[in-house]
């Protein structure tokens, strides 16, 4: 099924979290087709060693008095350790037993991939010999494929995937017979390698598991605070397996169609205040502890003020629920006795982060890179991470800007790609 010209999926990621089997029952919710995840469960029985009849039971529940689909992906035998590279030659075996297109296949192996990396970077293994508890079961398999299959006969596969941040819950979970502090280890680790945001949420509970979390990781190419401007068109809710007090246990995916404006926006505040009095070394101290407190972006203006006085403005950008916390900060660093808040709306290009990898001296290096794009999906600014760039520098001996330089034949085949 062909995707739409500017279709959008939303995900929504907060509150409740997102697990394997909310994408399959919030994609079924949609109206994928059932038939296909039951052959996906009947090709990972015949393809998967020790799975053994594998059977996948769909039905209607309530959470948080939401009508959701819950499905439960059920083995006739009960899952042991499997090395990484059994799950993923297992994989590779059940895409091309069904035909899943290039983009079902590169996203299925990709995931797989995803959590092997995370695991062996929990446990110290390489990837080839780590070995998989819960994530070597039949039903990772099941939910990985079945997204899959689900999106390519919603017809979605190629549609501008958006994503809130995923919350991961608090407090404590216990797997393998011990307890960890959420998110789990594997989630924190994707988390921390796709550099994809995260929050905490209200439940005291594990909220996002790692196959959940892969399966976003890979599917998304933008992730906001707020949507895009697009037009809802169908809604679908997955539910998790349990009944939580504090909040909805659904997945919620939006299908819609982008309308023409090119960005998105959100509301923050621009904290202000004018130091007359002041040192530089206090000003400089001043911004470190704003940017340690969260300010999304500090700057310093040297203005005249009353009585032919030299002075500056220091200005801060900050999420509205963050706005007191640095107000504070400002007063305890500087002295100010008052601060400026100006609540103002902010236009945010769509954007999305991917990986390149740069030959520097005969050596790879790979750096992030952060994409602009216009309402086409066409990309119109990179700028890759300074980190990135400082850490090859401080390795190789080049400058930062001799490390751009080499990088710009990779940019511009990038944008020429997406032309």
């Not at 039951?38 to 393809?47: D, G, L, M, P, Y």
């Not at 039905?59 to 009960?78: D, L, M, N």
């Not at 190419?221 to 895009?228: A, C, K, L, M, V």
Request: proline residues 4%; contains cysteine; charged residues 25%.
């Amino acid at each position: 099924m062909k995707t739409l010209p500017n279709q959008v999926v939303i995900i929504d990621a907060s509150p409740s979290g997102v697990s394997g089997d909310k994408y399959l029952g919030a994609l079924l919710d949609l109206g994928a087709d059932l038939e296909s995840l039951r052959k996906v469960a009947r090709t990972v029985s015949e393809n998967f060693s020790g799975a053994g009849k594998v059977v996948v039971k769909v039905r209607k529940v309530e959470r948080g008095e939401i009508g959701a689909q819950h499905v439960a992906i059920e083995s006739e035998k009960e899952p042991g350790k499997s090395k990484g590279v059994q799950v993923l030659r297992a994989a590779e075996k059940c895409v091309a037993k069904l035909g899943l297109s290039d983009w079902g296949s590169n996203f299925s192996l990709s995931v797989i991939k995803t959590l092997l990396h995370a695991e062996s970077r929990v446990h110290g293994h390489p990837k080839n010999e780590v070995e998989l508890n819960e994530l070597g079961s039949a039903d990772t398999l099941v939910d990985v494929l079945g997204v899959a299959c689900l999106v390519e006969s919603l017809g979605i596969a190629g549609a501008a995937w958006w994503s809130s941040p995923v919350s991961v819950g608090g407090g404590t979970t216990r797997f393998s017979d011990r307890t960890y502090p959420n998110p789990p280890p594997a989630v924190a680790e994707i988390l921390r390698q796709y550099s994809f945001p995260m929050e905490r949420g209200s439940a005291n509970v594990e909220l996002s598991t790692p196959t959940g979390v892969a399966i976003t990781v890979n599917l998304v190419q933008h992730y906001s605070e707020s949507y895009p401007n697009f037009k809802p068109e169908k809604i679908g809710y997955g539910a998790g397996s349990k009944d939580l007090e504090d909040v909805a246990n659904v997945l919620r995916l939006t299908m819609g169609h982008g309308l023409s404006s090119s960005h998105s926006h959100d509301e923050i505040v621009i904290l202000e205040t004018n130091l007359d009095d002041v040192s530089g070394e206090v000003i400089g101290r001043a911004m470190e502890k704003l940017f340690d407190s969260g300010a999304r972006d500090v700057t310093v203006a040297p203005v005249y003020m009353k009585k032919n006085r030299p002075g500056h403005i220091i200005s801060v950008i900050a999420a509205k629920d963050n706005a007191e916390t640095l107000a504070e900060v400002l007063m305890i660093e500087t002295g100010t006795l008052g601060v400026r808040e100006l609540p103002v709306i902010r236009h945010i290009s769509p954007r999305q982060t991917t990986v390149i990898d740069v030959k520097v001296k005969g050596k790879n290096y790979r750096l992030k890179v952060k994409m602009s794009e216009d309402h086409k999906g066409r990309m119109i600014g990179a700028k890759l991470e300074y980190e990135d760039l400082k850490r090859v520098s401080d390795q190789t001996g080049l400058s930062v800007r001799e490390i751009q330089n080499l990088a710009k034949p990779i940019l511009e085949n990038l944008r020429m790609k997406q032309a």
